[in-house]
């Protein structure tokens, strides 16, 4: 698929880091490389795909975005200054050409390529960079998440094409965000009351290789080749973009879309563990080949350097019943992990430890340990339960005396609708848990009512997951200060050491020093607890129409088949 925002945001870090070897006093200038999209062969335009789609997107537009469906439609319809080479990890051109970094690494001057323009042929300008930023720093925009990157970030618009953003403080990352910076287009919402609710929030005009052509909720989102995308006829993009229509089947149903991709209804998906372990290598292995020239689909298992996802438990610590270090570790040891990953995973994911990759250089490997990792331990969990001061009343029910009123421990956990998996974590804890005297109360919404209660705080504890990056920024979802406007630490936790801890890692640029700040802030969190950390992914499993051909399926650090190589074989 198209590499998404957050992917982008992560694996720019890399590029960051080797300008510490650059003198204070020397500018950094973009300096192109070749791509593997450059010596590709002419291939074959038109046809259609479907693809399948979870869930409604929340939004069609990159600054209120904060979910994976709304991220994967972005792609489809706009683009960055800068885009990345999913194998090289150089930089691609995209809306800019160029850049320039000072000596001081405080002011990033970039140029817009004058050809750019939006679907309706209107050119790209520094005003609409201008107003995109505007509206983001606007505290009023519900974009609390992808602000947080641009504190401390001004702006400055030099001619038409030419603008600056201008650091305070220079980050190990600053580079990375600022090149990842998607534009709207000014003259579609200059003149919007209420940009949350403005109607061109579901009526984009974007200014990539396709244009919406309808959106029927709940049902499908069509999107048509823009036949006069600007950069069509660039060495970079000529060959990708082949298909006239890319059509999202909205299926909420994991083993409804499973169904249909057997019958040719859609032509790519990707695999959950059950549907892998069951289905694919289990009673339907006669159906699938293991190349597009066997059979009518076929079935692909990769493992490659890109980040994979974690999922986790997030406690909501407003509420009293979780305010307690002791009482959260007892909860997380009250998990049986192995049952989790036995049952629900099987044994296709691995037991998270950290928020930042369990086996990367962020993260701690001590915590992998036997003597350190949290395990299934009910014994130790009533021990820590019992030290909390929690109490067995009699009837098998926990209870504590809190300014002398009697806490029953009894708390509801949420998860989103058609999510199996997650359902059958959350039905794995409620026993365990029950086993120890907690109630347990399994709560299911659809997902865009799941992302509105956890954005306005209005749950006890809920199963999520975060996707992976490279070199993660902690302040997103770990800093105290992220609370705040709906910002993704929905848990409110608060860390006075991790959060000096982040200000410390993020103005280091040293890759070294900073995994070893990383390091520390893991064994903090895990310490804490404020997330019991459940599974890691290990392995990209996806099937493939075989009537889809591609020169590359998945690169190093892509997250799936690239749909945008894709070609239909005639």
Known sequence: MFIKKNIILSIFNIFICTLSFASNTDQVKFEKKPTYYEKMPKLNKGGVLHVPLSNDPKVMNPLLSDDSESNSVEGYLWMSLFNL?????????????????????????????????????????????????????????????????????????????NFTFQVEEPKFDTLNFLIAFIPIQKKQFEFSKDFNNDKGIMNPIGNSAYVMEKYLRSQKIIFKRNKNWWAKDLPNYKNRFNLDEIILDIIPDPNLAYEKFLKGDIDLISFN????NNKVTGVDKEKFGSNPQQKKVWS?????????????????????????????????????????????FYNLYTQSTSPFGSFTENSDPELRKKDKIIAFDKTKALSLLKEDGWMNDGSGVLFKEINGKKLIFEFTLDTNTNNPARLKIAQIVKETYKTAGIKVNIRTTEWNSFLDNLNKRKFEALILGWSGTLFPNAKQIWDSSSEKNEGSNFISYNNSKVDELIKKSNVEFNQNKRNKIMQEINRIIYQDQPYTFLSEVNFILEGLNSKINSPR????????AASDLFYLVK
């Open 553 to 560: 399926w998945i690169s190093t650090y892509e997250s799936g």
């Open 85 to 161: 080479d999913p194998e090289t990890l150089n930089f691609i051109p995209a809306l800019a050409t160029e850049y320039v970094i000072s000596g001081d690494k405080k002011s990033y001057t970039f140029k817009l390529n004058e050809l750019a323009k939006w679907q309706d042929g209107t050119p790209v300008t520094s005003e609409d960079i201008k107003f995109t930023f505007d509206t983001l720093m606007d505290p009023k925009t519900h974009a609390a998440a992808l602000r947080s990157f641009f504190e401390g970030v001004s702006l400055k618009v030099i001619d038409k094409l």
């Open 300 to 344: 692909l298992k990769e493992k490659n350097k890109f980040p994979k996802p974690y999922s986790f438990i997030a406690w909501n610590l407003k509420n009293p019943l979780f305010q307690n270090v002791k009482t959260r570790t007892a909860l997380s040891y009250l998990v049986d992990y192995k049952k989790i990953n036995d049952t629900v």
């Open 273 to 276: 563990a059950e549907q892998w």
